[in-house]
C-alpha cells in the first residue's frame, strides 16, 4: 500500500479518536506533485480504507472529481496559491468551531498553542462549505503565514509540510480552545 494512503487512515483514525470530526466529517488531503491524494465524500475519516481515498490532478478538473470530498475545490485552491503546503486538515473541533461564532481572531492563552498556532483567525463567508468564496478566503489566509484557521460554523482547516504537521496544528487548536473556554468560563464565575 502507498505510504501516502496509510499516512491518511492514521491521520483519520486520530482525528476520529479525539473526537475532532463526526463519524462522516472532515477530509485530509497530502500534495504529491501536481496531485492531490483527498479522501472521497461521505467516508468515515476514523476507518478509511485504500478505495476510500482518490488521486486526482490539482490544476485540472475531471469526471472523478465528484467521487472526492465537496472540499475538492477548497484544498485544490489552497495548493495552487501556496506551493510550499503539502497537506491540509479539515475537522470539526467542537470548541473551537463555537469559539469562531463570538470571536474574528482566536489567540491561545496556552504555551503550547502560542508555540504552535500563535493566533488562529476566523474564516468568515457567505458559502462556509465547497464554495469558490471559502477556497479563495482561505488560500489567501495560509498565505499570509496561518498554520490554521476555523470557518464559522463549519469547522477547522491546517495546513502542513506533512499529515502529522496539519494534525498537530489541529489538535493544538481544540485543546487551546477549550483551555481558553474554561478559563473565561471560571473568570466569569469570579
Not at 41 to 67: C, N, S, V, W, Y
Request: aromatic share 8%; net charge neutral; glycine share 6%.
Amino acid at each position: 500500500m502507498n505510504e501516502i494512503i496509510k499516512q491518511m487512515q492514521f491521520t483519520g483514525m486520530v482525528l476520529h479518536q479525539l473526537r475532532l470530526v463526526s463519524s462522516h466529517g472532515g477530509n485530509l488531503s497530502v500534495r504529491d506533485g501536481d496531485y492531490i491524494y483527498i479522501t472521497k465524500t461521505g467516508r468515515m475519516a476514523g476507518f478509511l480504507k485504500e478505495e476510500d481515498i482518490i488521486k486526482l490532478p490539482i490544476f485540472q478538473e475531471t469526471p472523478q472529481d465528484k467521487e472526492a470530498s465537496i472540499e475538492l475545490i477548497v484544498h485544490r485552491e489552497i495548493y495552487k496559491k501556496n506551493p510550499e503546503i503539502s497537506a491540509i486538515v479539515h475537522a470539526h473541533p467542537i470548541t473551537a468551531t463555537t469559539l469562531a461564532y463570538f470571536l474574528d481572531e482566536f489567540e491561545p492563552i496556552d504555551i503550547e498553542g502560542q508555540l504552535f498556532i500563535k493566533k488562529v483567525p476566523t474564516c468568515i463567508v457567505s458559502k462556509p462549505s465547497a464554495s469558490m468564496e471559502l477556497a479563495e478566503s482561505l488560500a489567501e489566509i495560509f498565505k499570509k503565514g496561518y498554520v490554521v484557521s476555523v470557518v464559522r460554523s463549519h469547522g477547522s482547516f491546517a495546513v502542513g509540510k506533512s499529515l502529522n504537521e496539519a494534525l498537530k496544528y489541529t489538535s493544538t487548536l481544540e485543546n487551546s480552545a477549550e483551555i481558553f473556554y474554561r478559563w473565561k468560563t471560571i473568570s466569569l464565575m469570579k
